[in-house]
């Protein structure tokens, strides 16, 4: 008997290839999740949780890379954009391509912000605030623990 699931794919920027890719999106289940990430990181990317301010590996990452999606890998942000806010969170002021991450309100802890999802597995990943520096004026406040970073010298 066949499945009658269907595999949704999305475009995807690669920063490495420097192009886009139809891939599929990425759906697990929470105990499938929970066997590939540590509970830190299922609570944060899975579980809308947040790290504590400056105690985060990535807050004063100083490296030339590509920070990825800790669920699917996904690129996320280049550490040029990267900047210190002073808010213990690794900061960007703009994302590696708009296909790569998506918006939503959040209306959690009694105030409206914009949180940021990867868009292949929707993980949540911080949220983006509009008091950044130029070019972009935007301030991607993100989660170290729902990164991986992946030094240039590696791509």
Not at 82 to 92: A, I, N, V, Y
Not at 99 to 116: A, Q
Request: proline share 3%; charged share 30%.
């Amino acid at each position: 008997m066949l499945s009658s699931k269907r595999v949704e794919k999305i475009e995807i920027f690669f920063a490495e290839k420097n192009h886009t890719e139809m891939v599929d999106k990425i759906v697990k289940t929470d105990d499938e999740w929970k066997s590939v990430l540590t509970p830190e990181q299922f609570e944060v990317a899975r579980g809308k949780g947040t790290e504590i301010a400056f105690t985060g590996k990535y807050h004063d990452c100083h490296q030339d890379g590509i920070y990825r999606c800790v669920c699917c890998g996904t690129d996320l942000f280049d550490s040029k954009t990267k900047f210190d806010s002073g808010t213990g969170w690794p900061s960007f002021w703009d994302v590696i391509s708009p296909l790569n991450v998506m918006e939503k309100t959040d209306r959690s802890l009694f105030m409206v912000r914009t949180e940021v999802l990867c868009s292949r597995c929707h993980a949540h990943l911080g949220h983006v605030f509009d008091d950044g520096p130029e070019p972009t004026g935007l301030r991607y406040c993100m989660n170290s623990a729902s990164l991986n970073f992946v030094s240039r010298n590696e791509l």
